[in-house]
């Protein structure tokens, strides 16, 4: 079974621009989580998508969105770059039922994102 | 809302000692709490999981306790080797349908 899929792996982007990053869960996951880390900061959670529908939202401003499809596959977008946006951005997903998670997440590689 | 403290945030330990890492947290209501392990490259991958139901869970080299009168709970890693260089994040839950919140990690150095 193939793995949690990002793309790109990685992206140059300048303060002000926006970026858009995807992400394929494991095959029958429906749960996507998205993740920023950074070396000061660690794991933070960004929000969670279940059946298209924002099920939980980390501390994040609104620059930063998302979104689900019926194929359960995911994107981020995130408006207005600033510097502090560098960092990489991970995608899991797992087999979290409708009333909820608290299982595995599977991680995908992440895609580093530069702003300069 | 919920915090996890990890500490260390590097732990350097001789090839086939034992490694402890420790971390805490804030809300009562968790009972989910997972360990991830992150190697160069990859995104994390989850090595052991404990729910508050139960005080400890052994898998091979790998353990972790939970105190939950104290809210902190422990990774243990016995006989290391190098592959177990990684960073290696706690988290916390406070149920199944809630965010998990990771602490900032720990890298894991095995010298030889």
């Known amino acids: 079974k193939a793995g949690v899929t990002q793309t790109p792996r990685y992206l140059i982007k300048t303060r002000g621009q926006q970026v858009t990053l995807s992400c394929s869960p494991i095959?029958?996951?429906?749960?996507v989580s998205w993740y920023q880390q950074t070396p000061g900061q660690g794991l933070q959670f960004l929000f969670e998508?279940?059946?298209?529908?924002?099920?939980n939202k980390g501390n994040f401003p609104g620059r930063f969105s998302g979104r689900q499809f019926s194929n359960s596959r995911s994107e981020m977008n995130v408006s207005t770059l600033e510097l502090g946006d560098s960092a990489l951005y991970l995608c899991?997903?797992?087999?979290?039922?409708?009333?909820?998670?608290?299982?595995?997440?599977?991680f995908g590689p992440g895609t580093r994102l530069t702003v300069l | 809302g919920e915090n996890v403290e990890q500490h260390p945030s590097t732990l350097s330990v001789q090839e086939g000692d034992s490694a402890v890492i420790k971390c805490t947290y804030s809300d009562s209501a968790s009972n989910y709490f997972p360990w991830y392990k992150q190697e160069l490259g990859k995104g994390p991958q989850l090595i052991i999981d404990?729910?508050?139901?139960?005080g400890e869970k052994k898998d091979q080299r790998i353990a972790v306790t939970l105190n939950k009168t104290a809210k902190h709970f422990s990774l243990h890693i016995t006989e290391t080797q190098p592959e177990d260089s990684a960073v290696y994040f706690c988290?916390?839950?406070?149920?199944?349908?809630?965010?998990?919140?990771f602490g900032k990690g720990t890298r894991l150095h095995i010298l030889p």
């Open positions: 988290a916390a839950s406070k149920s199944r349908d809630d965010k998990i919140i």
């Open positions: 095959s029958g996951h429906r749960s």
């Open positions: 899991a997903s797992s087999l979290a039922g409708p009333r909820g998670g608290g299982n595995e997440q599977f």
């Open positions: 998508y279940f059946s298209e529908t924002q099920r």
């Open positions: 404990i729910r508050s139901n139960v």
